[in-house]
Structures are given as structure tokens and as C-alpha cells.
């Protein structure tokens, strides 16, 4: 069974900076994919950036990006330019074809104006 | 396309009783997803239907728990005899195997259910 870790419970982060979220998972499987998902306050999941593993290139997506270390197992969220939308919860996910998604604790982040 | 639609957005019952949830995924989605998210935590996986046919359950589904997805459109979760431990936001996401981007699940905006 996968398994994924957030071990920052909470952070925060003055609006403009950037800010990094830890991700890392447990897997033996070799071909998935990698997600992070944000959950603003009463609102919905929303999809911020997905990756391949099969692709060594670290996806970007505006001001967010990814640092993808497969031989690491790990998968962390830069977020450059932090804006006050930006506060939410964010959910690192693992995925393999065909399968569910697993889930990390998540990790409160908070623009501070 | 319209987002993943979940119906009702919230629920409150009286421990014992029945409730029944449903989940509109994005038309031509042929995967649907039900997921369990308790106060502060990362969602679970309950269960999940390709068309019609439930592929997989999680252990966290008890017997008193039932999905259907009848005509591989829509998808209702019904709790039987609710208990306290149930209170927990149920959220349903939807994919496909025919788009781009198969592999990405979108979500709908959850039932929060509070038994008394």
C-alpha cells in the first residue's frame, strides 16, 4: 500500500514571498502520478499541479512548481509570488493507474498580508 | 464542462436513521470516485465505479454503507443506522479514461453530514 507524508502541519508566509510544502510518499510501484490538490476554507478541492513520474522534468503551473526527486520519493510545492487567495489547505495525493488517489494529512498554509 | 455536482451540501440527522447522498460528475466521465474527509484530515478512499460496476471498496466501507451507480451516470452512497463516528465531509470526484489527462480526478464540493 502507498503511503503519503505531509510533515508540516502548518505554515505560513508574508504575500509576495514564496513558500515550500514537503511532500513524500512511500510506493514500490514504478509508473504513478503525483498531485497537489488546495482546499481554500469551506470551499472545494481544486487541482494545482500534477506530475508524471515517468517524466524527469518538474512540472510548472504559473507561480506554482514542483521538485520531483523520484529516487527520493519526495514531492514538494514551491509557490512564488504568494497571494492572499493562496491560504488554504494543500493535499499532496499519490496515484497509479486505474486506482484511487491516497491522500497526505495536508498542510495549512496562511498568507499573511 | 460543469463541475462535479454532490447533493445535498449539507446533512443532519438523528443517530439510527437513514441518509442518502448523491453525486452528478462531469458529463462523460465514466470514473466516479466516493471519498471520506474527517475535520483536518486528507480524504479517504471509500469506493469507486467504472459505468456501472463498483470496481473497488475500501475497508472503511461497512455494510451499513451502500453505493450504486445505476446507469453509469449519477452515483448515490447511502448510510444505514448512522452512528456519530459518521460525521465527516463525502466528497465524490469524477474522471475518464477517454480525455486528456486521464488520470486526474475532479472534485465535487462535498456533503458535510453531522449526526446527532
Known amino acids: 500500500a502507498q503511503t503519503v507524508t505531509q510533515s508540516q502541519p502548518e505554515m505560513s508566509v508574508q504575500e509576495a514571498e514564496t513558500v515550500t510544502l514537503s511532500c513524500t510518499y512511500d510506493?514500490?510501484?514504478?509508473?504513478?502520478?503525483l498531485f497537489w490538490y488546495k482546499q481554500p476554507p469551506s470551499r472545494q478541492m481544486i487541482l494545482v499541479i500534477r506530475?508524471?513520474?515517468?517524466?524527469?522534468q518538474n512540472a510548472t503551473e504559473n507561480r506554482f512548481s514542483v521538485n520531483f526527486q523520484k529516487a527520493a520519493k519526495s514531492f514538494s510545492l514551491k509557490i512564488s509570488d504568494s497571494q492572499l487567495g493562496d491560504t488554504a489547505m494543500y493535499f499532496c495525493?499519490?496515484?497509479?493507474?486505474?486506482?484511487?488517489?491516497?491522500f497526505g494529512g495536508g498542510t495549512r498554509l496562511m498568507v499573511k498580508p | 464542462d460543469t463541475g462535479v455536482s454532490q447533493d445535498p451540501r449539507h446533512k443532519i440527522t438523528k443517530r439510527g436513521q437513514n441518509v442518502t447522498f448523491r453525486c452528478d460528475p462531469i458529463?462523460?466521465?465514466?470514473?466516479l470516485y466516493w471519498y471520506r474527509q474527517t475535520l483536518g484530515q486528507g480524504p479517504e478512499f471509500l469506493t469507486y465505479?467504472?459505468?456501472?460496476?463498483?470496481?473497488?471498496k475500501s475497508r472503511l466501507l461497512s455494510d451499513r454503507f451502500s453505493a450504486e451507480r445505476p446507469k453509469g451516470s449519477f452515483s448515490t452512497l447511502e448510510i444505514q443506522r448512522t452512528e456519530q463516528g459518521d460525521s465527516a465531509m463525502y466528497l465524490c470526484?469524477?474522471?475518464?479514461?477517454?480525455?486528456?489527462?486521464?488520470?486526474?480526478?475532479?472534485f465535487g464540493p462535498g456533503t458535510r453530514l453531522t449526526v446527532l
Open positions: 470526484a469524477s474522471s475518464s479514461d477517454f480525455r486528456a489527462n486521464t488520470d486526474t480526478q475532479y
Open positions: 495525493a499519490f496515484y497509479n493507474a486505474g486506482n484511487m488517489l491516497t
Open positions: 458529463s462523460e466521465h465514466n470514473r
Open positions: 465505479f467504472q459505468n456501472e460496476a463498483q470496481l473497488e
Open positions: 506530475q508524471e513520474a515517468y517524466k524527469q
Open positions: 510506493t514500490s510501484e514504478s509508473n504513478y502520478y
